[in-house]
Every structure is written in structure tokens, then in C-alpha cells.
């Protein structure tokens, strides 16, 4: 599998105050927008961006659209959560080409679904990213806990040029779910819930022999992700922890 590896943005930008973003990365990298509280992530390559989640506090459609704004955009909608979707709009009208290739599970309020309404699905199948939680729908355990909260519908990605493993808000319960599609020769894990306790068992990471770094993309005192036990299980598995909150937003590049 390729290596990746990991340059700071941020230290980047300051030694280097000329620096322009879009003017230099051609090298393929995936992309932990510091987006406060939330999720969006990016697969970057020549030609295209394939973001998993669009959404988060901070709005850095303008940013992302200097680096995305003129390739190719494939949109990976975990759930409906506005953390998630809640920047789509904005980063939509910045950008040539945009369509969406995995919309979220179930219903959502009519502002929501209006949300994503008018934009195009893609048309090809997306080769590089497999959808590993087909939530089961004739367990009625799942379908109980499912009325209550789009966390237990959501998608989870995998992203094999990257080797990463992004869950969206999955939750514990249906990590028992689709554990076992996750190829072991997985490398980053962008945590779960944005490392609330709910997320990221023991058993999960016991099927990710090969991990080499998490990602938790929070602001800790919104609700105080990354939870301390989250952070207690991967240091017990050695597994280093990266904050957006503590370093930015994060690229990881291949080589
Ligand atoms: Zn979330």
C-alpha cells in the first residue's frame, strides 16, 4: 500500500508568507479541513476532489474552493447532521463542476432536503470509495434506535488511495455492524463522531492492525470531542492522536 505522510499547512503558511495553496499541490493528498466542530474532508487529486462530508462551523467554502473550485467535485454525504451537510450551498456556487455521489440515509426536514434538492447525483460508480455500513434494515434493533437519530444511519466510507476509514457519526453500536468489511491494511481512521465516547469501541480498533494515526475534527469545548476515553483506548492500542483544533487543517500526502 502507499505510505502517506503528513506536512502541517499551517507552519507551511507562515515560514512561507507567498505561499498560494492552489498553485503548487499537484501531489494526490487527503485533506482534514479545520472546520471547528464537524466534518469535511477531501481526496485530492489532479483533476478532482472527492469530499466526504461538507459541513462544520467554521466556513471555509472560499478556501476550498481555491484549491477544488475548477476540478471535478464528488460529494460523500454521511447523514443529515448540519455539521456534516450544512456548507454544501455555499461551497456549490463556488465551484465548476459538482455533483453528489452518496446523499444521505433517510428523511430529513424540509429545509434539508431542500438543501440538496437541486443538485445533480453523479453518474458514474465511484470505484476508489466503498459505502461499508448497509444499515439492516430487518434488525429491529437498529431500526428501533434509528427513529431516534440520523447518528445510526450514517454511511461510512472507505478511501482506498488514502487507506482511510472515515465513519462519519457512526456510533458503537453499529460499528458491530460493519467492522468486518474494513480492510485491516487500513492506515488513518478520521474518528467517529469527531471522538465522542459513543464511537470508536475497543473492537473496532482491534480489526485496524495496520493504523497509524486518528483524526479527531472537533472544538473541545463545544461538546468536548475528543472524549477522554476515546483518547484512553488508542493510546492503549498506540495509536497517535491528531486534533484539528490543536494543528489545523491537515494533509496527508502520498508518496
Ligand atoms: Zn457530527
Known amino acids: 500500500m502507499h505510505r502517506i505522510s503528513l506536512i502541517l499547512l499551517t507552519g507551511l503558511l507562515i515560514l512561507c508568507p507567498s505561499y498560494k495553496l492552489g498553485d503548487r499541490i499537484e501531489q494526490k493528498q487527503f485533506i482534514v479541513w479545520n472546520t471547528g466542530q ?5 481526496w485530492v487529486t489532479e483533476n478532482e476532489c472527492l469530499h466526504f462530508d461538507v459541513g462544520g462551523e467554521f466556513d471555509l467554502s472560499k478556501k476550498v474552493a481555491r484549491l477544488c473550485g475548477e476540478k471535478f467535485n464528488k460529494i460523500f ?16 456556487v463556488k465551484t465548476q463542476h459538482f455533483c453528489i455521489a452518496a446523499r444521505p440515509k433517510g428523511s430529513a426536514s424540509p429545509h434539508k432536503e431542500r438543501l440538496l434538492a437541486g443538485i445533480l447525483s453523479c453518474l458514474d460508480s465511484e470505484t476508489r470509495v466503498a459505502s461499508l455500513f448497509q444499515q439492516p434494515m430487518d434488525d429491529p434493533r437498529f431500526l428501533k434506535k434509528s ?3 440520523a447518528n445510526h444511519l450514517s454511511s461510512v466510507f472507505w478511501l482506498k488511495p488514502a487507506s482511510f476509514l472515515i465513519p462519519g457519526d457512526s456510533t458503537a453500536d453499529e460499528e458491530n455492524f460493519w467492522k468486518k468489511e474494513v480492510p485491516a491494511s487500513t492506515k488513518g481512521l478520521v474518528l467517529g463522531h469527531h471522538g465522542s465516547r459513543s464511537s470508536t469501541s475497543l473492537a473496532l480498533l482491534d480489526k485496524l492492525p495496520e493504523l497509524q494515526w486518528a483524526v479527531s475534527s472537533a472544538r473541545f469545548s463545544r461538546y468536548g470531542h475528543p472524549h477522554a476515553e476515546v ?20 494533509h496527508f500526502y502520498q508518496r
Open 38 to 42: 464537524g466534518q469535511w474532508t477531501t
Open 77 to 92: 454525504l454521511s447523514h443529515w447532521d448540519w455539521d456534516h451537510i450544512g456548507l454544501v450551498g455555499k461551497f456549490r
Open 147 to 149: 427513529e431516534h437519530s
Open 231 to 250: 483518547v484512553k483506548r488508542l493510546a492503549q492500542k498506540k495509536i497517535p492522536l491528531l486534533r484539528t483544533e490543536d494543528w489545523g487543517t491537515l
